[in-house]
């Protein structure tokens, strides 16, 4: 049995938690929109299409924030055409997914869905084919009140009130060479700073984030992040990040993933606050992961890891993963090293919501249900309140490949004084064997055990199992005995592969 010795102090946190922390991704991909949030026809859709049952799961797993339209498909999208009357919208050729869009879902139902979901909107401007202009007409079209031809039509077009879209991403992924219109990081970051800056004159309040580097493996990383922030940094407020992880030869190299994204995101932090220091700026740039998952990207390359089809077809199935106990695990750990890191993270979006790679599964006239990636979101996403706890952590370690050495037990952990809830994030990345965790506690006074929760697997289970249509509850939150508080101390026995959350009351 391994074992993991855990402190955490109420005086020792690392700042607020980030509720964007806690925000997902739709994408004109596949069946992101169309058939996944976006189905007329459908038995449980609204009179604006929307699919309730899809509504229903995306509630209740809370994602706080939505970035839209992507994603590589904004970087060849025309955002005018998403607008209007359905009828006289035009169906264009979708490049970057080699589909074709028909743009019945547009920039207003988009806004009106996430109004529906609780969301904040996150909406991605295209720096690829198209560039500052464009980019301010749909600030103005989206957030001026009225009395000028973008905000005008907008009234027309059936939404009075602007929309008040506060954060806006400059492109996407214009490091990679998949990308429609990828630049240098000297041509990216000059346009992203003209951007910006022109943006900013029709709407201060906007928040904006440049494009980092595509993954920590490029071959441009941490010089592009430098290079872009050395001509944007007066412009923007964050810079993206994005990662994707899948299992291949080493199952234990794949639960110590969130080790890379720890050192990603430190690298990342250092190189704006090199610039920052260069070049005597007063504030801090924050990094918003604006992607990130599981993504088994072996199983769907054809051509090229972002070419999925070979036809021009409406919203075809693409990069559908079911993921599994193991997956879950993984992404539990993955939201443990964004909490950790959250005083800088301040935005993630755990990619994508629906179908995609999604957190939600739907079938075309059917029915909908939850993966099991989203319980570890959802519950952290419920739990995370309050000041970052300093979790210091020693205990046993594991080879983890070109990883090096992992901690089997992960963890991560919040407080919150005004509710008086302490709140413990664990993982036990050992697939055979329990954990047994203890953890001393400072500062909090008495406390007594909530309702623990367990990831894992179960009666007739293995770590390949997951949720479907036929099963679609399969795997799932349930109660994790055996939490004992004695005094000062906590400890808990974690199952073999396992993700929990352990919640303390003040009495």
């Known amino acids: 049995m391994a074992r993991a010795h855990l402190s955490v102090g109420a005086d ?47 509630r209740e797993i809370g994602p706080t924030v939505v970035r839209y339209p992507g994603g590589n498909y904004v970087s060849g999208h025309d955002w005018r055409d998403g607008i209007g009357p359905v009828a006289d919208r035009p169906r264009r050729l979708d490049l970057a997914w080699r589909t074709i869009e028909t743009n019945e879902f547009g920039l207003h139902e988009f806004v009106h869905w996430t109004r529906a979901a ?3 909107p996150m909406m991605a401007v295209n720096l690829g084919t198209r560039g500052v202009q464009e980019a301010l007409d749909l600030v103005e079209y989206a957030n001026h009140p009225g009395g000028t031809a973008w905000s005008d039509l907008r009234r027309k077009n059936g939404d009075d009130d602007p929309f008040g879209i506060r954060l806006w991403c400059l492109g996407n992924e214009m490091d990679g060479p998949w990308q429609v219109g990828h630049k240098t990081a000297a041509e990216y970051g000059r346009l992203a700073a003209e951007a910006g800056r022109a943006m ?6 906007i928040e904006l984030v440049a494009c980092g580097s595509s993954h920590s493996s490029m071959p441009t990383f941490g010089d592009w992040e430098r290079t872009v922030l050395e001509l944007a940094y007066d412009q923007v407020d964050y810079i993206s990040a994005h990662t994707y992880y899948e299992e291949t030869d080493d199952p234990g190299e794949f639960l110590a993933k969130a080790v890379d994204m720890d050192s990603y995101i430190r690298s990342v932090v250092a190189t704006a606050d090199a610039v920052r220091a260069r070049g005597r700026h007063r504030r801090r740039i924050h990094v918003s992961f604006d992607e990130w998952n599981v993504w088994y990207q072996s199983r769907h390359r054809s051509g090229g890891i972002h070419q999925q089809t070979d036809d021009w077809a409406v919203a075809p199935r693409v990069i559908e993963d079911e993921y599994s106990v ?11 090293a964004l909490l950790r890191h959250g005083e800088r ?3 993630a979006c755990q990619a994508q919501l629906v ?19 989203a319980h570890p979101f ?22 983890a490949g070109r990883l090096g050495d992992a901690p089997v037990v992960d963890s991560a952990g919040t407080w919150d004084p005004d509710g008086g809830t302490l709140a413990l994030f664990l993982a036990n990345r050992d697939l055979t064997e329990p954990a047994e965790v203890r953890i001393a506690l400072h500062g909090f006074g008495e406390l007594r055990p909530g309702r623990a929760e367990v990831l894992a697997t179960g009666p007739g289970q293995d770590r390949h199992t997951t949720n479907n249509e036929a099963a679609p509850e399969a795997v799932g939150m349930r ?29």
Request: net charge negative; proline share 7%; hydrophobic share 40%.
């Open 479 to 507: 109660p994790l005995d055996g939490v004992r508080v004695e005094g000062d101390e906590v400890s808990v026995t974690l199952p073999p592969l396992s993700w929990a959350v352990v919640p303390l009351h003040v009495i």
């Open 200 to 205: 900013r004159l029709v709407d201060p309040s």
């Open 345 to 347: 993270v301040r935005i």
């Open 118 to 120: 609780g969301a904040e």
């Open 378 to 399: 959802r519950v952290m996403r419920e739990h995370a309140r309050g000041q970052i706890l300093d979790v210091r952590a020693r205990g046993d370690h594991y080879d």
């Open 355 to 373: 179908n995609v790679i999604g957190m939600v599964r739907s079938e075309p006239g059917g029915a909908a249900w939850t993966q099991t990636v």
């Open 12 to 58: 020792f946190t690392a700042g607020e938690v980030p509720p964007r922390l806690f925000g997902s991704f739709v994408e004109h991909m596949g069946r992101g929109v169309y058939t996944g949030i976006f189905e007329p026809g459908h038995p449980t859709a609204d009179e604006r299409g929307f699919r309730g049952d899809v509504l229903d799961r995306v």
């Open 326 to 336: 193991t997956d879950a695990v993984v992404v539990g750990t993955m939201l443990h």
